[in-house]
């Protein structure tokens, strides 16, 4: 890569490019010449900015990150209950939306490489650490408040992550029809019990 970063709108660019490829094409067949493809950019093009797939992968992480916590640090809605509500609606993706369901399915297939990839591990962990944080900060506030029964925090922030990504993981990745239906009505009803009459 270049010694001077890559400027914004280049790196927004191609991370836009990244992410149309990847919902097409999934991490085990995305080459750079298919993220060429959805670019204004040849393939020679983009690797005036990046040296490999991985570095362009990276970029489409980091806008994912910021678009996440963006859209989860600006949740409008009032009170702890309200905010728990509509995290998890940013995290269940509808399944009729084929974009976003597969730059979903994009970001678990890249999660299950992490492990092995340390260029890909570092916005991932960002990613789950920044939501994890959000939800467990909603559910303190909610217990200090007296809104919620006193429950740990970090752990229930850790069950409602684990049931959206497993969501990804199986209901949008194998197309089982109902079962976010399923989810989004087991999550209402668990902060339902979270919350003191």
Known sequence: ???????????????QAVRTALAKHGYARLTTKKVAAESEKSEAGLYYYYDSKDEMIVAFLESSVDYLARNLDQIDADGPEARLRAVCDILLVDEDDEAARGVNIAVMELLSHAPHNETLRGPLLQMEQHTLGVIADIVRDGVEQGVFRDVDPDGTAALILSATDGYTGFALALGMDGVGDELRGALSAYIDSLVLD
């Open 1 to 15: 890569m270049p010694a001077d970063p890559v400027p914004p709108e280049q790196k927004e660019e191609i991370a």
